[in-house]
């Protein structure tokens, strides 16, 4: 549906253009619009994604737009509501009190979409499958979810590089439940059964496949990945065609759904990567939504009447303060440069609405966020003193920031790293700003080559472990110090079991680490998501795990 | 003739072999790996070097070049580290969309390009020559990334006549025989389908098509102002042949000779305009998913597309060359 409409512009169009506004005349006389009838029913809902999704079989994924897509089509045992875990499609679930055992009572009466019917076996038989994966399935370019969440699989392929051992330890069925049995317990579960990358595929689908094809890890994946009608699922919609040189996915409703069923019909994903090209689409009626809406774009969209749902935040941005690097290793010129940096602004004035200055290392929707962290305010009269007593009133660091990426957490790189350096320059430090591209800046934060840089991370699901796991867990050069009292303490919270008293440990350990201050952390911050006028929108998830069976076109 | 073609088919192999070890050497010089792009930021470095050494990343570079080599005299250019499919697949999918943009926009711009050099030339002075000579210099100097930002803000989103993005309207069933959309339509007879592709095409090609348009333009005058002026075409004249048939086989013809040239140079830079022009505008071909593959280190897929690229930059130009033949028979003597 395109909307006409006439402007100035108009006159601006030289004669240059004339051959172009004749084709174009023709054009507008094709142009319809539905109308009367109930579009949800006869008009696709189209979403303009980012980038294209990787596999249709969400194990072998480790991104964001394949799990988008996923999502629709195949449910977890574990879901999350806001940042809440839910029941999915377990309707309850226990664990023992090691931890080292996971019963999940699954719901009556689902079917996946090739009619089978859900049961433990075939909860079951997913989780068997994972575990005994071989060869370059075992490659983190695929399993990378799998790996991080139970170590390694039945017998690691040496060629592939992982060496951990597996903590699974095997899954029974009977009738409907199944119990997932583990060697020792992390704080990745239950957390893991939420993810789209351990969704459950019909047993029956699973039969028609055989996962020997890929032996090595350059190998490509195999054909069903790639194509609908192969893995069935038990979600809201049907895959029914993946569209690779349109960039297209159609999904389609599924009417047994166990849940309320999709309220559109059709939805269709397309790849827009520009964000540019996207916010043009979505204002010229081509799409009716879209992810990714650059920060500076969302004030615009909202006058012009588009809707721009804000979602919690989950993520965290933080600048490291290398600790190899002196002075950093100084703990007083830390505490100095924290109070030099005002973050208010730079959640002001680079932050898309929702965003928020970050007092520690997990965003304050997951359990195990304390108030009673030292929080550094804004003050640069006192980081000079400090700097100055010191001895430090001339110090030099290299800052270092991304160039060619743009992260849920870190909408502008060179933005933040702007102001944070021109606060620091305000408190007589002076700063060496070193530009870096994507795969070339992890490895040179990783190997500490630069003093001060920024990162974060954006959350998987609801445990503080998620952050602060693969941060703070022992000596690194990315950090640069060693606090047996953080590496313990968080060792020791990774292994409880017990939610609640996890909990209370992340809070502690949270106080130790802005005490220790390893690093500044900056910002919350929400990606935000646009929507056409006329549309109703899903509620938007803050770990971006929108269910779009729960969005309608409106009435008009 | 079928000799120079087989010695220009050595040359090629003899050429794609250099460039396949150029590129190889200039992307390991490249800092970062593909292994920093493939993982989700907090990775750890276990997790990293154990994809570094699934993917062979950690042998040493000959090896590495060997099974490169290898893998290509079997035409397995591998899989792309990014999406995990066969190169080839990607190739297969996403070639025709280029050749499809740049076939319409090489359409437009020798079809405007040369009957307007022509006329500039023969009205030399005019208002039409100062328009025709002064639009090109404009048309060589807009960067075609905002030329096409600028036709989709009038075209697509203010006035709202042409789609803003794709290759199709979502939704819309398609038979594929060819690739080339419009082709398809006509040729299945879904006439809707080359219609909506055509839609779609109209900006991204002008786009494309305005580099080698204002090139065409001026090399055209310049070539019937010289060609006008010669001998030949005085004594054509002098001998009472009537002006058309001048201007065909004498004036045309000969002036004809510094464009064709042009024109498959300029096949290079639509190239070039492909990607940027195929990003504004979310049209899946292989322009977009070079820039992809750069930024992701996806080395394999690089490789892969600019080899093929390579082959039909040359092919094409060799295409040009043997055309000589047909148009200047001086060279056909002489080789």
Redesign the interface.
Known sequence: MRMSRTSPTRRAVGAAASAVLALGLIAACASERDSGEDLNETQPFIFGSPGDPSSMDPVFASDGETFRVTRQVFDTLLDHDGTEIVPGLAESYEQNPEGTEWTFNLREGVTFHDGTELDGAAVCANFDRWYNFTGGYQSPNYTYYYSSFFGGFAENDPDMGIEAESIYAGCEADGLTATISLTEYTANFPGAFTMATTAIVSPASLEQITDDEVVTAEDPLPEYTQTAGVLAGTGPYELTEWDHGEQAITLERYDDYWGEPAKVKTLIFRTISDETARRQALEAGDIHGYDLVAPADVQPLIDAGFQVPIRDVFNVLYMTYQQQTAPLDNHDVRVALSHAIDRQRIVDSVLPPGGEVATQFIPPTIEGWSEDVTTYEYDPQLAMDMLAAAGQEDMTVEFCYPTDVTRPYMPAPKDIFDIIAADLEAVGVTVEATPITWVDYIPATRSGECGLYLLGWTGDFTDAFNFLGTWFSSETTEWGFNEPEIFDGLAAAAAEPDPEVRAEMWAELNVTIMDQLPGLPISSSPPSIAFAPNVEPMEVSPLTQEDFSDLSFAAE | MLRYTIKRLLQLAVALLGLSLLLFAWFKA???????????????????????????LDEPIWTQYGEFLSRIVRLDF?????????IG??LA??L??TIELSMWAIVIAVG?GIPLGYLAARKRGSWLDFTAVS?SLVGICIPVFFLA?M??????????????????S??LAYT?IT?LRVLDGILTGEFDVA?DAA?HL??PA?ALASIPLAVIVRITRASVLEVVGEDYVRTADAKGLKPATIRGRHVMKNAMLPVVTVIGLLLGSLFAGAVLTE????F?GIG?FIY?AT???DY?ALMGFILVIAVSYVVLNLIVDLSYGFLDPRVRVRS
Request: glycine letters at 10%.
């Open positions: 490249l800092p970062g790996g593909p292994e920093n792009r493939m993982l989700p930021d907090n990775a750890t470095d276990q997790q990293r070097e154990a994809l570094r050494q699934a993917l062979g591998g899989s792309s580290l990014s999406s995990g499919r066969p697949t990607e999918e996403r025709p969309a405007v639009g930002a036709l989709k803000v009038v075209f697509a989103q203010e006035l709202a006549w042409l789609p803003t993005a794709f290759r199709l979502p939704g594929e690739g219609w839609q109209v900006l002008v990003s504004v505008f979310a899946g977009s992809q930024t992701e280190r394999p």
